[in-house]
C-alpha cells in the first residue's frame, strides 16, 4: 500500500521507480511483565496482523509464530484554564511471539549510566555515614552547642 504520487511512464530511457509502502514499526519497551520470546511493537494504524507478519519474515528474516494487536487509546486531558478537551493520537501496538528457542532481551543503552549513577549513590552514603560518625564522636566533647545532631 502506498498513496505517494510518482511520475507517470514516459517514452524512452527505462525510469527508476522504487515502491516504498507507508508502514512503520517501533519497538517498544513493554509496560507489563512478558515472557522473553515476546516483542512489542507500535505499528503503523493501517497494518494488520499479517502485514506485521510479513514484515518481520521477508525484511528481516524473523521467524514468527504468533502476531496480536490491539489499538491502545490515547491520553485525553481537559484544560483546566479554558475547559476544552484535548486527545492524543490511538497507537496500534503488535505483540509478535518468536519461537520458544528465540529470546528477546530490550538492550540497555544507558548501563553506563546507570552504573556512574550507582557509583555517585554510593559515594553519597559513604559521605553521609562519615558526617554521622564525625557528630557521634563529637557530640559529647566540652564547649560544643548541643544543637547539632541529626
Request: positive net charge; proline residues 7%.
Amino acid at each position: 500500500m502506498s498513496t505517494r504520487w510518482y511520475p507517470i511512464y514516459q517514452r524512452g530511457n527505462p525510469q527508476l521507480r522504487v515502491f516504498l509502502p507507508n508502514f512503520w514499526m517501533k519497538l517498544i519497551r513493554p509496560t507489563e511483565e512478558q515472557p522473553p520470546n515476546v516483542v512489542t511493537f507500535s505499528v503503523s494504524m493501517e497494518m494488520t496482523k499479517y502485514d506485521v507478519r510479513s514484515y518481520l519474515e521477508k525484511i528481516y528474516k524473523l521467524p514468527v509464530v504468533d502476531v496480536r494487536t490491539r489499538i491502545a487509546l490515547g491520553e485525553t486531558k481537559k484544560d483546566q484554564t479554558y475547559g476544552y478537551i484535548t486527545k492524543k493520537d490511538d497507537v496500534k501496538l503488535a505483540y509478535v511471539t518468536l519461537p520458544r528457542e528465540e529470546s528477546f532481551v530490550f538492550p540497555d543503552f544507558f548501563s553506563e549510566k546507570a552504573e556512574k549513577q550507582a557509583q555517585e549513590e554510593k559515594s553519597l552514603d559513604e559521605s553521609k555515614a562519615g558526617f554521622r560518625r564525625f557528630l557521634d564522636r563529637n557530640k559529647k566533647r566540652p564547649g560544643t552547642p548541643g544543637w547539632f545532631s541529626i
